[in-house]
């Protein structure tokens, strides 16, 4: 699934083409993804496009008349192509650019969302977006914030990286990373990461994820960019999809665990603590 650095890869690469334009109308191939498709695209015409935004991995196009709120799903993307780009498999719904290029919505697996909210109607009040944590990349999210968020639970702090209601965007893959170069156990229970872990912790989330989105993001299956091309920074993983491999520090095999979902980490580097 695409994580924070994927989606906002995307954002970045869409935003050029949408913001001051203007949206001619859409084309709806295959109305039925996770949710259906809202009828209204069917009929929205000429819109202006005021911004184009990311929340956690949600993306909003504001315009003058409402709001897109689309979603990548499980294997989505949106690319830009020119208007006589062939349409294939699974291009199931077109942003069509006045004058310009077309942004074409692919989703394999259909777990998309593609929403439309009218101007009455605020889709960051929306539960959906609502009950999402705090942006890791923005400058009030701090070592306290994280350390005030996950002390109370007992559940492996693996786990809890990944709740988007603690933190949004550290999936899977990035959780792994960030936790082996903060030199912490995937297994610790979150109430015993310390504040000065968690210090260590925010910097190596916004290193990453950061490094991340510079590269592209992370092509692991079938994501791509807005330009079709994957993310280059799967090269730069340390442990994830590694298992039986060195450690890049001490040499020692890296180990794979099911916590949650799946797990890549050093015995060595990441021991536990003993309690």
């Known amino acids: ?9 995307t954002r970045r690469g869409i935003a050029p083409a949408l913001v001051n334009k203007c949206i001619s109308h859409f084309v709806v191939r295959f109305p039925c993804l996770r949710t259906p498709v809202s009828p209204e695209f069917s009929t929205l015409e000429n819109l202006s496009v005021v911004s184009v935004n990311r929340r956690g991995k949600y993306i909003i196009i504001k315009t003058d008349s409402g709001s897109v709120l ?4 499980m294997s989505g993307h949106l690319h830009l192509v020119s208007p006589d780009t062939p349409v294939i498999k699974h291009d199931h719904i077109d942003i069509v650019i ?4 077309v942004i074409r919505f692919n989703d394999q697996r259909r777990f998309g969302l593609f929403e439309w909210f009218s101007k009455e109607k605020d889709p960051y009040a929306d539960p959906r977006l609502s009950k999402l944590g705090p942006e890791p990349l923005e400058a009030s999210f701090t070592g306290q914030v994280l350390y005030e968020r ?16 603690v933190l949004v965007g550290v999936g899977n893959i990035y959780a792994s990373e960030v936790l082996f170069a903060s030199r912490v156990s995937p297994m610790r229970r979150a109430c015993d990461v310390t504040d000065d872990e968690c210090e260590i912790l925010v910097k ?7 490094a991340s989105i510079s590269r592209g993001g992370t092509t692991i299956h079938d994501f791509s960019g807005s330009d079709g091309n994957p993310g280059k920074y799967v ?26 979902r799946s797990a890549y980490y050093c015995p060595v580097c990441q ?3 003993k309690t």
């Open 98 to 101: 006045t004058g310009g290029q």
């Open 150 to 165: 996950i002390h109370r639970f007992k559940t492996p702090v693996k786990k809890i990286l990944m709740d988007n209601e």
């Open 204 to 210: 190596n989330i916004r290193q990453i994820l950061e």
């Open 70 to 73: 689309i979603h990548l799903g």
């Open 235 to 260: 090269s730069e993983l340390k442990v994830y999809g590694r298992k039986g491999e060195p450690c890049p520090v001490c040499g020692t095999p890296i180990e794979h665990a099911i916590i949650g």
């Open 1 to 9: 699934m695409p994580e924070l650095p994927e989606v906002e890869v």
């Open 271 to 273: 021991k536990a603590p």
